[in-house]
């Protein structure tokens, strides 16, 4: 389980989605973005390692299937 923390563009690579706000776990706008704001509210480390940002719905998706920790609850 990753640990995640409130949103932080310094996290991200500069010019990324993710560096600008927008949720990266969800990806672009498609059909498979459901519900999602696109407005990121968690900076979490990704499976490949790399900084990934999330909408609300990214952050209940991640912490129910276990994925990172709530925020706040971080190691």
């Known amino acids: ?3 995640s923390y ?3 563009p ?3 690579e500069n010019g990324t989605p993710a ?3 927008q949720c990266t776990y969800h990806g672009a706008d498609g ?3 459901g519900p999602c704001s696109g407005e990121a509210v ?3 480390e990704g ?3 790399q900084w990934q940002a999330g909408c609300t719905l990214a952050l209940e998706q991640l ?3 276990g994925a990172i920790a709530p925020l706040g609850q971080g190691a």
Request: no cysteine; glycine share 8%.
């Open 1 to 3: 389980m990753n640990d």
């Open 42 to 44: 968690v900076s979490f």
């Open 10 to 12: 310094d996290l991200h």
């Open 6 to 8: 409130p949103y932080d």
């Open 19 to 21: 560096a600008s706000g």
């Open 63 to 65: 912490v129910e299937s």
């Open 47 to 49: 499976p490949d390692g």
């Open 31 to 33: 059909p498979q973005r």
